[in-house]
């Protein structure tokens, strides 16, 4: 049974605190590579510091023995090859890269945390069948580009996508391709559309990563087994007014694209609350004026919201909401809605039933409490799920915090969830 075949193993996954000690070190090492002072991690995509993050990775890949390769923009992989040759690979990983001021655990846990379960195998003489690899993906944050999970969502097959890059720059407006080429990724939209996986290129895919709730601390658990992975979508909005002078255009006078925005803000609050459940949630992240100055009329305003829920149906309810409120607010303020573009429109993913029994095996197999749970954050587990088995391994940080510095999990529960996802992949590779 898979029980004695893994059994032999489970002695050496006791972890000495001297290798604690070096997991903690090599967190805080990737964290120094941040363009915002500690403890905030700032880390973007193609910027220098996320160049040095990568040949950091590929270090300790190579390090631990894989077999390193790139793809197009720059999706990382470390192979370790299994005894039969031709079987589809088992796979794990996550991203390093980090929006504006966040913290040091988000992606890392996943990246680190598998390269360690790797090295846990090793020591403890384990010899895969298929293949295992670590994958590092390339932007799962969408701050430069506005498209999250980019690697991933590339590799599920997305030509919308591909067609939606060409035309993509930064708010500095730097071209996509530019900014890859910049960080030595010399690509062209081809490359981009040949990047796509068939279903059945992995066997599994396993994602560890940070709770980013406070469910597993509150009730004392050590793992949590990802079941469902909630439907994200963002939105970004324009509104165009004729903007003038702030004490010389009298109220009646004035068509103000600022106060559109804030209207359409507290707008997305109201539909999300409306949605009557506690699982639909709307934010609005970013709100510029224009031309941001004390004394002028915001003439363009441009605001960017995410909602998100576990119903897609519900979520595609409350968007339809807020597209109808952005055309009244227009029209009752005589403003133009000069864009309404919905940028992602994800459904859900659910984790593949085998994967989830390897993880609640691995976690039995360990003696270490676990919870069912959904996740609210997105992960390029979302894409992966589309063209293999897909399941994610939770564990706990501290007071649910993450998106921003005080950011934390204690490197005993990085050290479970490292144990959990090693046994999940050696029991994985056998099957
Ligand atoms: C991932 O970073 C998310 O926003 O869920
Ligand atoms: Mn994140
Ligand atoms: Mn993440
Ligand atoms: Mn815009």
């Excluded at 700032?42 to 890949?61: C, H, P, Q, V, W």
């Excluded at 796979?91 to 990246?111: M, N, Q």
Aim: net charge negative; glycine share 8%; aromatic share 6%.
């Amino acid at each position: 049974s898979h029980h004695s075949i893994l059994s032999f193993s489970l002695n050496s996954f006791s972890v000495e605190s001297e290798k604690l000690q070096s997991q903690a070190r090599v967190i805080d090492e990737l964290s120094t590579l941040s363009d915002s002072p500690a403890p905030a991690v700032t880390r973007i995509l193609y910027s220098e510091k996320d160049n040095l993050a990568r040949r950091f990775i590929k270090g300790i890949m190579e390090q631990v023995g894989l077999s390193v390769r790139e793809d197009a923009v720059g999706n990382i992989y470390g192979r370790w090859d299994g005894s039969e040759k031709g079987l589809p690979a088992v796979a794990t990983g996550s991203h390093i890269d980090a929006i504006p001021f966040s913290g040091k655990y988000d992606g890392v846990v996943g990246v680190l945390g598998a390269l360690e379960a790797i090295n846990v195998l090793r020591r403890s003489g384990f010899q895969p069948k298929r293949p295992l690899e670590v994958i590092m993906f390339t932007s799962e944050e969408p701050t430069r580009f506005g498209i999250s999970c980019l690697g991933s969502r590339l590799l599920a097959g997305s030509e919308a996508l591909v067609n939606t890059l060409k035309l993509a720059a930064d708010a500095q407006n730097i071209s996509f391709f530019d900014a890859a080429k910049s960080a030595g990724y010399n690509l062209s939209p081809d490359d981009l559309s040949k990047m796509v996986l068939a279903e059945g290129s992995y066997a599994a895919f396993v994602e560890l990563h940070i709770e980013q709730g406070p469910l597993l601390e509150e009730e004392g658990l050590s793992i949590g087994i990802v079941t469902a992975i909630a439907a994200p979508a963002s939105i970004k909005v324009e509104f165009e007014g004729n903007g003038g002078h702030a004490g010389a255009v009298l109220m009646p006078n004035r068509n103000d694209a600022g106060l559109a925005a804030a209207e359409l803000a507290l707008a997305v609050e109201r539909h999300v609350l409306e949605s009557g459940s506690i699982d639909t949630v709307g934010t609005v992240g970013i709100l510029e004026l224009h031309p941001g100055a004390i004394n002028s009329i915001p003439s363009k305003s441009h605001i960017e919201i995410d909602i998100r829920d576990i119903d897609e149906n519900r979520r595609n309810g409350v968007i339809e909401k807020v597209h109808k409120t952005a055309i009244n607010i227009s029209q009752n303020r005589q403003v133009k809605l000069s864009e309404f573009k919905i940028i992602n429109q994800d459904p859900p993913a659910l984790s593949d039933k085998s994967v989830i029994d390897s993880m609640k095996f691995s976690t039995e197999q360990l003696n270490l409490s676990h919870k069912f749970m959904i996740s609210r954050a997105y992960h390029d587990s979302l894409f992966m799920a589309r063209i293999s088995p897909m399941g994610m391994i939770f564990i706990p940080c501290y007071k649910g915090y993450s998106h921003k510095p005080e950011e934390y999990a204690s490197i005993e529960d990085i050290s479970n969830g490292v144990k959990v996802l090693a046994l999940t992949l050696a029991k994985l590779s056998l099957e």
